[in-house]
């Protein structure tokens, strides 16, 4: 069983950045791909980000280049840096831990407002 503790959303300014940051527990390894995802209302989650590694990471196109995945293997957590964020980028943020033919665990989302 692995766990997904999410913080770091709350509202913020257009144009403003945020951190969000993802705990992981249980029997994880550092090869086992990290990321966001997000969901707005009345939309599908969509990919944010994904990494196994600072070398090895994917960005989906609704970020791209305004988000910077990052991972501390040694805490078993995963960050998520946004900027220069809009009103559109507002929805909850799920964490998600996946090894391929073994788990995908979600996290319970952390909420993200982006207002003026």
């Known amino acids: 069983q692995v766990q997904l503790v999410e913080s770091g959303g709350g509202l913020v300014q257009p144009g403003g950045s945020l951190r969000l940051s993802c705990a992981a527990s249980?029997?994880?390894?550092?090869?086992?791909?990290m990321g966001w995802y997000r969901q707005a209302p009345g939309k599908q989650r969509e990919l944010v980000a994904t990494i196994i590694s600072e070398s090895n990471s994917n960005y989906g196109d609704s970020m791209k280049g305004r988000a910077t995945i990052s991972r501390d293997n040694a805490k078993n957590t995963v960050y998520l840096e946004m900027n220069s964020l809009k009103p559109e980028d507002t929805a909850v943020y799920y964490c998600?831990?996946?090894?391929?033919?073994?788990?995908?665990?979600w996290g319970q989302g952390t909420q993200v407002t982006v207002s003026s």
């Open positions: 249980g029997r994880i390894f550092n090869t086992d791909t």
């Open positions: 998600n831990i996946y090894r391929p033919f073994v788990f995908n665990y």
